[in-house]
């Protein structure tokens, strides 16, 4: 299995105010980008964590926008490994500039000359990373689009035949492309962080802790995760 460190920044995307109330997906499996699922987590999250729900109380109801692209969002969850907020969106701005604006593919990738990898800021670890995701999508031993039908392990483990996506990369992309809503990243710093804060603890908590403490908020541990990353941001 690919080993990956903690990160203090998922990757960055676009919120708004949830003001319709809506009827609930009937997708296979719940997505927090529809606002009806997402005020059921919330509720759900306010009635088991009292801690929780006050922090809920204090940002208010929110919704996110799932990434469009698979393998774009892809590419940036790997650029952003082990780089803050700025310094990843940096980079993955400038890579996308040297494809001039258009969508980052697969294919794109594969014929991007070295040096344009290197003046965009991407390390030569990821580089090679992102040359096998490219590879894999190419030549069909990844299907990204057949993602959206498996369970969340399934899709972690598929992810993890590719060089450099362990499973801080596979949650990201579970969560922020394709919404799933009981992703609980237990080895992001961010949310180790925040929760040190929300719940009074003398230090960080390990991963064993953090899922005790949110062994209530299933089915909905993604819309906990939001939270705890708005509180660190805002902090």
Not at 21 to 50: E, Q, W, Y
Not at 155 to 184: C, N, Q, Y
Request: aromatic share 8%; hydrophobic share 40%; proline share 6%.
């Amino acid at each position: 299995m690919t080993h990956e460190a903690i990160f203090l920044f998922p990757p960055l995307h676009p919120v708004r105010i949830l003001e319709s109330k809506d009827t609930v997906s009937t997708m296979p499996f719940p997505n927090i980008d529809d606002p009806a699922t997402f005020r059921l987590g919330v509720d759900h999250l306010c009635k088991v964590d009292r801690k929780l729900g006050r922090l809920i109380k204090k940002h208010g109801l929110f919704e996110f926008t799932c990434e469009a692209d698979p393998f774009e969002s892809l590419v940036e969850a790997v650029i952003s490994q082990q780089l803050n907020g700025s310094a990843a969106e940096s980079i993955f701005t400038k890579l996308k500039a040297s494809l001039d604006g258009e969508l980052i593919t697969a294919q794109s990738l594969i014929e991007l000359p070295l040096s344009k990898f290197r003046r965009a800021g991407v390390s030569p670890q990821k580089i090679r990373y992102l040359r096998d995701l490219s590879a894999k999508v190419v030549n069909g031993h990844l299907r990204l689009g057949d993602l959206e039908d498996l369970s969340d392990d399934e899709v972690v483990r598929t992810l993890d035949e590719v060089k450099g996506i362990g499973p801080w990369t596979a949650h990201m992309f579970l969560l922020f492309t394709l919404g799933r809503s009981d992703v609980l990243p237990v080895d992001d710093l961010g949310i180790q962080v925040s929760m040190r804060k929300v719940y009074a603890l003398r230090k960080r908590p390990s991963q064993e802790r953090i899922r005790e403490l949110a062994k209530n908020w299933h089915p909905y541990c993604s819309i906990a995760s939001l939270y705890l990353w708005r509180t660190k941001d805002m902090n």
